[in-house]
């Protein structure tokens, strides 16, 4: 089969979503399967390069020469439009790999859209988040979840998180082609109930699959390319978070929630910086250590030294990789009982659940832990139980019978043929 994956975002920048698409795209090609992904260029990056039997093109982007449109200038995102340059080069692309399924992972779809017709590929889109409803893909308004969309209320966020400029038009250029994307995608692939729930497929009869996240099967097994990274950890047992240094994470939730613990072990954060972070940062308590855009080899040696895994996020967080990746490596969570967290983490058998945005409940939940290595023990061997279902060889067949699927649709004979 013949396969282009669509991601604004592919290692070596950091982020879940990259290592997401670089996972399932490795993975296809290890089965057989001729993958192809496509992603923005970024500075010092190989405009094409094969990546463990993985062809991986990096194109221009129009809006990269708009510098000022992104607050994070080493990550450039797609805008909710088709980009003209990406456009052209998708559509040599195309030519050249003939693909059979098209794959998007974010707004990197817009600029597809208008070939998707032309290249008589089938259209999957994983929704890793909210970005079929919500501009700022986050589902929040005001640091609360949002009830849903509305044009004046989407206008005033969309003003407010990206500054009047960039904010009316994403809003009004998403609902447009929102409402294009609704009609040209064959299905999509939400990664966890609570995103089918929040992009409201199912209230508007779209054709989905809730597929989660996965890891690779070998990801908790101990590498020994890791000592630079390793020997910057504290020598003696920790805390550990990994996400995105910003509210949604609830990343001053946690600083707030240390800072209040007494005797407690080093809290170790890893992860990169975003607009949020110089904020998060200003006061920090002692004891903290920071690591910014470790590799995934890296982070998962950070894992299996850690105590707890803590992911206090405010927001309703998709399907986040690290819960699986803690699985693997026997490590307890805590986490917010929110969103996606809610259906990885099992309260009381794999880690805790907490009430967002609720300090004390978390440095009492910390506090259970931390005087109960029993529990902490028999959570990690559950966890070492349950997460074979999140494993390559558990969800990549179900993605992979979607592929099929569709294609039966086209070369199947009509009704009484």
């Not at 070596?12 to 090609?29: D, F, K």
């Not at 032309?118 to 909210?130: F, P, Q």
């Not at 508007?204 to 890791?226: C, E, K």
Request: aromatic residues 8%.
């Amino acid at each position: 089969m013949r396969i282009m994956m669509l991601t604004q975002f592919y290692p070596p920048i950091i982020g879940g979503g990259a290592i997401h698409v670089r996972s399932l795209s490795t993975e296809l090609a290890t089965r057989g399967h001729e993958v192809a992904v496509v992603t923005l260029w970024h500075a010092g990056l190989a405009a094409f390069e094969m990546d463990a039997g993985v062809k991986v093109y990096r194109v221009r982007s129009s809006t990269r020469r708009l510098p000022w449109l992104f607050r994070d200038s080493g990550r450039q995102y797609a805008p909710p439009f088709p980009d003209p340059e990406v456009t052209l080069a998708l559509r040599q692309i195309i030519r050249d790999e003939r693909p059979q399924i098209v794959h998007a992972h974010n707004w990197l779809v817009y600029s597809y859209l208008p070939l998707k017709l032309w290249s008589g590929a089938k259209l999957v889109v994983t929704l890793h988040n909210y970005d079929l409803v919500c501009v700022k893909t986050t589902l929040l308004l005001n640091d609360a979840i949002c009830n849903g969309p509305g044009l004046t209320k989407c206008l005033r966020c969309g003003i407010h998180y990206y500054g009047p400029g960039k904010g009316v038009p994403t809003v009004l250029a998403d609902r447009v082609m929102g409402q294009i994307r609704r009609s040209l995608v064959d299905m999509f692939l939400p990664v966890s109930q609570a995103v089918a729930l929040g992009n409201s497929l199912a209230a508007q009869r779209l054709p989905f699959q809730v597929i989660s996240n996965f890891i690779p099967d070998d990801v908790g097994r101990a590498r020994s390319d890791t000592p630079s990274y390793a020997t910057q950890l504290p020598k003696e047992p920790y805390l550990l978070f990994v996400g995105a240094f910003n509210r949604q994470k609830g990343v001053d939730i946690l600083l707030k929630a240390y800072s209040g613990l007494s005797g407690a072990p080093p809290l170790v954060l890893i992860g990169y910086e975003t607009s949020d972070w110089p904020v998060l940062n200003k006061d920090s308590p002692a004891n903290v250590f920071v690591f910014k855009d470790w590799p995934r080899h890296a982070v998962m040696e950070a894992l299996r030294r850690c105590m707890l895994v803590l992911l206090p996020s405010v927001g309703p967080e998709s399907c986040p990789t690290v819960v699986m990746e803690a699985m693997a490596t026997g490590s307890p969570v805590i986490a917010s009982h929110i969103g996606g967290l809610a259906e990885l983490v099992t309260h009381g058998e794999t880690g805790l659940l907490v009430e967002p945005g609720n300090i004390i409940a978390l440095q009492d939940a910390i506090i259970h832990l931390l005087a109960d290595s029993d529990s902490r023990k028999r959570m990690g061997e559950a966890a070492l139980r349950y997460v074979s279902k999140f494993q390559a060889s558990t969800v990549v067949p179900r993605i992979e019978q979607v592929y099929e699927a569709l294609l039966q649709k086209v070369t199947a004979p009509a009704a009484g043929d």
